[in-house]
């Protein structure tokens, strides 16, 4: 039977596409439906086509501020947990030293911990603190909260390194900053950028920490929850769209750059 030979071969790559079109098959409907002028407060249903929203993406109140903060709060909670995770990484890897091992198991904790347990936990700890709650410690709770998934990334790239290479670098008189900035790094970036953007996507898609410890700030997702509870304007399926083809650009972009590096490294 040719077809079932054919399916056999090919089931693999026929499976996998499946399951990436139902992966994707949210963003197209949010996609489609940043196309709708609802009648309506809420945008569930299609009712006509029209390109309003898209040309006024900030025609609700308060929608591009939140973005914005989020947007901020995000790159600045990535740099922080980049630069704390990939110090903690090269610890752990590099240097033996005492409780080494529990370290190690409190660094996972954060991720095996249901959200809503470490929300609360920090807000207990800025209530006790007297702290007032707004950006300040929701950029002290993202950092937290994404301080474990780099350590991870890069500790993993950092365990795969040939230490042979720092020798050989060390025997031609490089010093260790040199060292470090011309071999250590680049071999390490991989596993740093893995970190930072992980880092970076849990940072601005986190509602439960954010709700917990925000007070009156409005962050994007916080805005979305809220804005469900009254009717969801047309520009948040905008916003939505407009990130996802951001993202898939970027992607396409690094596959090109990758597959130029290889064909002159060929």
């Not at 989020?70 to 903690?88: E, F, N, P, R």
């Not at 474990?148 to 031609?172: H, N, Y």
Request: hydrophobic share 55%; with cysteine; aromatic share 12%.
């Amino acid at each position: 039977m040719p077809f079932v030979n054919w399916l056999k071969r090919h089931f693999a790559v026929i499976a996998g596409l499946i399951t990436l079109a139902y992966l994707l098959l949210p963003n197209i409907v949010v996609t489609v439906f940043s196309f709708n002028k609802p009648k309506g407060r809420f945008n569930y249903t299609w009712q006509q086509f029209s390109t309003d929203a898209w040309k006024d993406p900030c025609g609700v109140s308060g929608l591009c501020g939140s973005l914005s903060l989020s947007l901020q709060i995000a790159i600045w909670a990535t740099i922080g947990a980049t630069v704390l995770g990939t110090m903690i990484a090269f610890a752990l890897v590099r240097y033996r030293f005492r409780a080494r091992g529990a370290v190690n198991s409190l660094i996972f904790m954060p991720m095996a911990m249901p959200e809503v347990v470490m929300a609360a936990s920090l807000l207990t700890l800025f209530l006790n603190l007297g702290a007032q709650l707004g950006f300040w410690t929701i950029l002290i709770a993202h950092i937290m909260f994404c301080l474990s998934f780099v350590v991870t990334a890069v500790k993993a790239r950092v365990m795969s390194m040939d230490p042979r290479l720092e020798e050989a670098a060390r025997d031609l008189y490089a010093g260790p900053v040199q060292t470090f900035a011309r071999v250590t790094l680049p071999i390490a970036a991989p596993g740093i950028a893995a970190g930072a953007l992980l880092a970076f996507a849990l940072s601005f898609d986190d509602f439960i920490i954010t709700n917990f410890n925000a007070g009156s700030t409005v962050t994007f997702p916080m805005f979305v929850w809220g804005s469900a509870q009254r009717g969801t304007p047309v520009q948040i399926n905008v916003i939505g769209t407009a990130m996802f083809l951001v993202a898939v650009v970027l992607v396409l972009l690094s596959m090109v750059i990758g597959n130029r590096r290889n064909r002159q490294k060929a």
